[in-house]
């Protein structure tokens, strides 16, 4: 383009994308500046614009990803409805199934919905943290007791291990409680027979929560991109579980909320520990 613009009188800037080293990409801006006979001076402004542009991609895909999870059930619904609406209506069997598959379904767009907006929310701070000095004991126990009869079922043994002297946080309790939740109920989900421990310990000024479970693990090129919304090892597998892919990305908002830290060991076939620290009070 240069090369181009300094052979030619053209008087018109000319702007330009370079993949530069890397992933870096740059927009180039190159204006013919003073010229005369003998010679033809050009003025370029590069400017780094690889940030600007992931961003970009990040909402490109986020939007394709709602549409396309929205899409799937709302199919589903339309069909069902369809195919009652045609006269399978009258054959009371197939109708309490169909029903019962069109709720499913609305309930998966429900919970995606409330992921979405609780995560719309953290990311733009409109869901402020009220921290108060807390007993993490007492949290932990009404969450795995909210999961014993989901273990139970499956047959998972759900264990907790509370170290005696645990200190209290600052935290907000709602959210706290959401990461919790979120953790046990994925380690449930992913675990076909084994233990789910949840563990306390505290380290320096910082007070550890270990969510430990014997199940399916996660491979280790998946793991730097767990965290991520919408990212799952196993779409189908996840989906009928009726997981929406968000859990993780508000998991990880919360406790970043906290000033805390989350992170994940795993085994594929033998079982996966997701970490979070919060602060204890001093
Ligand atoms: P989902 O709603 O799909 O569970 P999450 O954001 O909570 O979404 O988790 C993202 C993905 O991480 C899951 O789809 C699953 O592949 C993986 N994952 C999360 N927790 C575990 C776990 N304890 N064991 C194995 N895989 C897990």
Redesign the pocket.
């Known amino acids: 383009v240069i090369e181009t613009m300094l052979c030619s009188q053209g008087k018109q800037p000319r702007e330009i994308t370079i993949q530069g080293k890397g992933s870096q990409i740059l927009e180039a801006r190159l204006v013919p500046f003073a010229s005369d006979s003998a010679s033809r001076v050009l003025i370029g402004f590069f400017h780094d614009v690889t940030e600007e542009k992931r961003v970009e991609a990040i909402k490109r895909d986020f939007v394709a990803n709602v549409s396309h999870e929205l899409r799937t059930p709302l199919a589903s619904i339309k069909g069902y409805a369809e195919t009652l609406l045609d006269g399978a209506l009258e054959d009371k069997t197939t109708l309490k199934n169909f029903l019962t598959i069109i709720d499913r379904h609305a309930n998966r767009m429900t919970a995606l919905i409330e992921d979405l907006l609780t995560l719309s929310m953290l990311e733009s701070h409109q869901m402020p943290m009220s921290f108060e000095s807390l007993d993490i004991k007492g949290l932990i126990k009404s969450v795995i007791q909210g999961f014993e009869k989901q273990a139970k079922d499956k047959g998972i043994e759900l264990i907790m291990n509370l170290g005696r002297e645990i200190p209290k946080i600052m935290a907000d309790k709602d959210r706290l409680e959401q990461v919790i939740v979120?953790?046990v109920?994925?380690?449930i989900?992913?675990?076909n027979r084994g233990t789910v421990r949840v563990l306390t310990e505290k380290s320096d000024d910082m007070l550890q929560v270990n969510?430990e479970?014997t199940?399916?693990?996660?491979p280790e090129k998946?793991i730097p991109r767990?965290?991520e919304r919408f990212?799952?090892?196993?779409?189908g597998?996840?989906?009928e579980?009726?997981?929406?892919?968000?859990?993780?990305?508000?998991?990880k908002h919360i406790i970043q909320g906290h000033n805390g830290k989350i992170w994940?060991k795993?085994q594929p076939g033998k079982?996966?520990i997701?970490s979070f620290t919060v602060p204890a009070v001093s």
């Open positions: 979120n953790l109920d994925n380690a989900k992913y675990t969510v479970d199940g399916i693990g996660i998946d767990i965290f990212y799952r090892v196993d779409k597998r996840s989906r579980l009726g997981g929406t892919g968000l859990g993780l990305a508000i998991v994940v795993s079982g996966t997701f």
